[in-house]
T-cell receptor, first 116, second 109 residues
Framework: DGGITQSPKYLFRKEGQNVTLSCEQNLNHDAMYWYRQDPGQGLRLIYY???????QKGDIAEGYSVSREKKESFPLTVTSAQKNPTAFYLC???????????????FGQGTRLTVV | AQRVTQPEKLLSVFKGAPVELKCNYS??????LFWYVQYSRQRLQLLLRHISRESIKGFTADLNKGETSFHLKKPFAQEEDSAMYYCALTRGGYNKLIFGAGTRLAVHP
């Protein structure tokens, strides 16, 4: 079954603990992204990666970290420095920039993180 | 600053009625605009993009650069159109998508 997989679907953590969200894709896409979705605010970009071993901060990177050691994997760590970590997190992937055309982004099912 | 605005949080219509979901944007370059849709318990997925100029599931959207708008339209709404709709645009050449807050479309029988 090809696609992009996020795990787990639900995650609970105590305040002050770091937590890592998994995102895997078998679409052979170069680009991968992490978004945060909060009610009434749409999707906000946390980090993105265009190629292995490279990633860039998005609009709300503070308190988050990522790695891109393999093309198919782009894990997101929510650190204790993130002031309001409870949210729905979406991972996406795409072919990346292709000439003048940007290409469709494919999304995972999301992970709902609750920090108590 | 680049921004996407969807002024309506909820749009409620009856089956067979016309639908228009509004999207306005601010962008300093030449944007590529998209509409993404999320049906209940399904993934967020691309509905259409302005560059394709196609109709998907009866929906169309025209990019109006003068009004900086990309409204989504359908002449006759169906119950299965009920979903969350997000307008989005790219910035730069790296497919970084900026999303609006989304509009929930509810089509009643």
């Amino acid at each position: 079954d090809g696609g992009i997989t996020q795990s787990p679907k639900y995650l609970f953590r105590k305040e002050g603990q770091n937590v890592t969200l998994s995102c895997e894709q078998n679409l052979n896409h170069d680009a991968m992204y992490w978004y945060r979705q909060d009610p009434g605010q749409g999707l906000r970009l946390i980090y993105y990666s265009q190629i292995v071993n490279d990633f860039q901060k998005g609009d709300i990177a503070e308190g988050y970290s990522v790695s891109r050691e393999k093309k198919e994997s782009f894990p997101l760590t929510v650190t204790s420095a993130q002031k309001n970590p409870t949210a729905f997190y979406l991972c996406a992937s795409s072919m990346g920039w292709s000439g003048e055309l940007n290409t469709e982004a494919f999304f995972g099912q999301g992970t709902r993180l609750t920090v108590v | 600053a680049q921004r996407v605005t969807q002024p309506e949080k909820l749009l409620s219509v009856f089956k067979g009625a016309p639908v228009e979901l509004k999207c306005n944007y601010s962008y300093s370059g030449s944007p590529e605009l998209f509409w993404y849709v999320q049906y209940s318990r399904q993934r967020l997925q691309l509905l259409l993009r302005h560059i394709s100029r196609e109709s998907i599931k009866g929906f169309t959207a025209d990019l109006n650069k003068g009004e900086t708008s990309f409204h989504l339209k359908k002449p006759f709404a169906q119950e299965e159109d009920s979903a969350m709709y997000y307008c989005a645009l790219t910035r730069g050449g790296y497919n970084k998508l900026i999303f609006g807050a989304g509009t929930r479309l509810a089509v009643h029988p």
